[in-house]
């Protein structure tokens, strides 16, 4: 590659995000590019190159106003501030007729042709006649065929340059170096859901890409020779470069004054616990549980400690083991811990002893189920069958229809009764080989005890109650395309069961346990069984996997059992809204395939909490909060807490922004209306027949309805209990935390509990200040430290 090219086109990159494939779509940052710079500065770059909305439109900051959900007198002092001192009705107006932005794009004939041959490429199994020469890579397997597009004028193949590079250089020539990194991050950010996959492919080094590489080089070589053949021209002189206008100032402010708006709301309910952080009712408790960090766990864990003595705890959901899956139903190994953290394990499936026949049995039954879908696709897919077997099999897909239609959730409770067979007969087996191949390396004892201690030193355990309970999460919804983004977004948009079943077999392993005891001083007591579980966010069940548990202690889980069925009842009268058969018509959303909202994912989250369950605890926090347990007294070389700031902290962050974006601007950055919504290639979704690839969230996943909102787009505010040098002395040793905060990415607040719980917040200058609550009418107010 032309080196000239080469850092043209990685500057240019920066405008790409990752779109993630649908079957594994992570929520993060589509400006992660831009986080070495200001929020405020990344976020008017990205509108002048995306042709985007940044910030929540006047209708929204409208709402949020009315609702009391933006305090107006921190809103006028903000206003004040930064010298705006007209009335707050005539700013509303202001920014209503100046923020519309028309999302026509320039050049739709290039558009199209490239989303077409985009999609051609990059089909992963979905078209029954894939495009030939996909092995040669994109530029190559383009050339072939593009003399036969009807879309270009008559070519010739000797008229089309042999590699991507000179390509490039014909479709350059007349522009100067210094103009090569504009022309390259318009076109990449012509399409942006296309380029932020080609981009994903790079950066994960799929098996697709491995067989059918394509590269940000080979797009722009086809783009930009495509727009010379066509007359089109490639480069255009960008009128803005990032810089604030007085609508983008005033925007700001206004974004400003809501996200302070909130602060003052969590810091005033955090504030009634202060001085009352020790738990007034120490005894043992009856059972504990780990959920995930998960803003949906919020309200389960509030319903699950309602139902009796019984501690919850916060832990990031793949549990602390950075591993990948592979399905005995499919065989397909994902990975199921966080995008950011290399897997450095590989859990598979092993029978349980004497389950060997039963494990035989359901692996033909698999084989079984899957030549089933094979054959069906084929006999409809096939032209000399088609049309006979729509014929033939009509009236059977007609009552099943009928059935999906009228009876969703009788379906759902009829398919769920063997949704956990795999768990009844098998058990996770870890190894240190993450490479997928057929040999077992076996994992030391050392890395066990180190992955059971990780856990119960970043969550501050002190005690252990008689059943501890690790409950993933996963999501069940039915003819939704994106969802796996509903699923565990720190086990890379798997379900968390497998990392929390995997967790709990080393746990409960004498070996383990015994090496806690006599290297750390962790003893366990010889009653505390320790168990795996799952809990369903769209129906608020939690399974247990406890085919393993000793007979003795059946009924003891039984009777557990029966409060976890209570808090479902009662989580799901909150969550829906309805007292009468809310289980019932949770299980009927879940399993109704004409259901837009199945569930509200991670809508709502507005802040991390890093601190212990007592902080928060009989608190409605609305789903708002991630919800991280940490006990700064058990950390005293600040490793842990070190730990969740690197790790958690930014994942919450990666998610805040991918809702924040996704609901200012959705026809950019988010999914559109799944309506309209159709499936291209297995990995993604376009709007209609083509078009750009979305890249993030639909439209019914943020939005009440059309008009009225209901994810509030702010950033995330992060609130850390534990002494305020500890957390610098963190920020100071890490430079990306550094950049997020100084560039305000992010908030950070601490509640020191060395002097007496007073709260700090750390600005963009390095500095801390005092945060005072005001008892009248709870204003908050910064002053320097």
Known sequence: ???????????????????????????????????????????????????????????????????????????VALLKEHNFLAPVTDYLRQMGVSTTHDHKKTNQLLNAIMSKWLAAFMDEGLAEWEMPNKEDGFYKAWRKLAIYDTDLPKTALHEIPKTSEEALKVATEGYT???????????????PGWTGYINYRLVSGSQWQEEYPISLTDYLAVRLWIAKKLKIEIYAENKSHGEPTSISKLQYVWLQAWEKSWQEQLLATLSQKQGKLINEDAKLPEAQMVFCIDTRSELIRRHVESKGNYETFGY?????????????????????????????????????????????????????????????????????????????????????LIARTLQPGWLYRLTQKQGTELETICEPQITSSCS????????PLNQKVAIVKSAFD?????????????????????????????????????????????????????????????????????????????HNTTTDEIVLFDAAVPKNREAELSNFKVALNQAQQTATQERLGSVKDSVLKAQA??????????????????????GSRELTKHNNLDGRCFLHSYDWEMDDTGKALEGIMQGPMVVTQWINNHYYFSTVDNAIFGGGSKITHNVTGKFGVVQGNGGDL??????????????????????????????????????????????????????????????ANKVQQYNKNGKWFNVVLESKNKEVELMPV
């Open 458 to 534: 970043l969550m501050g355990w002190k005690q252990f109650a008689p059943l501890v309970l690790f409950i993933g999460h996963g999501s069940h919804s039915a003819n939704n395309a994106f969802g796996s983004s509903l699923d565990c977004g720190a086990c890379a948009a798997s379900p968390g069961r497998h990392n929390a079943r995997m967790l709990a077999k080393l746990a409960n392993q004498p070996e383990v346990q015994l090496a806690l005891k006599v290297e750390y001083g962790i003893e366990i007591p010889v009653n505390t069984l320790f168990i795996g579980g799952e």
């Open 316 to 400: 990031a959901g793949f549990f602390g083991i950075a591993m990948d899956y592979k399905n005995l139903s499919d065989g397909i190994t994902r990975k199921s811990c966080p995008p950011i953290v290399g897997s450095a394990y590989l859990v598979t499936e092993t029978a349980q002893p004497f389950q060997k026949a039963k494990v035989y049995d359901f692996k033909k039954q698999k084989e079984l189920l899957k030549f089933k879908d094979y054959f069906l696709k084929r006999m409809k897919n096939m032209l000399p069958s088609a049309f006979g077997f729509v014929e033939g099999s009509g009236f059977f897909y007609g009552l099943s």
């Open 177 to 191: 170096s210094t103009e090569y990194e504009k022309i390259f991050t318009n076109h990449l950010a012509a399409l």
């Open 436 to 443: 997928g191949e057929e040999f077992e390396i076996s994992l």
């Open 1 to 75: 590659m032309n080196s000239k090219f080469q850092k043209s086109i990685d500057a240019a990159a920066l405008v790409v995000g990752k779109t993630w494939p649908l079957y594994s779509f992570v929520t993060s940052n589509p400006l992660a590019g831009y986080e070495k710079m200001s929020f405020e500065k990344a976020v008017l770059l990205a509108k002048d190159q995306l042709n985007a909305n940044v910030f929540p439109e006047a209708s929204v900051f409208a709402q949020a106003l009315a609702k009391g959900e933006i305090n107006e007198q921190i809103l």
């Open 589 to 610: 959303k879940a399993n109704d395939w004409a259901e837009t909202r199945p569930e509200w994912g991670l809508a709502k989250n507005a802040a991390f909490v890093i």
């Open 694 to 755: 979305k890249m993030g969230l639909p439209l019914q996943s943020l939005m009440q309805t059309d008009l009225e909102m209901y994810h509030q787009p702010l950033r995330l505010s992060v609130v850390i209990h534990a002494p305020v040098s500890r957390v610098s002395e963190i920020i100071l040793r890490n430079e990306n935390l550094q950049e997020l905060l100084n560039n305000e990415w992010i908030y950070l607040l601490v509640m020191d509990p060395l002097e």
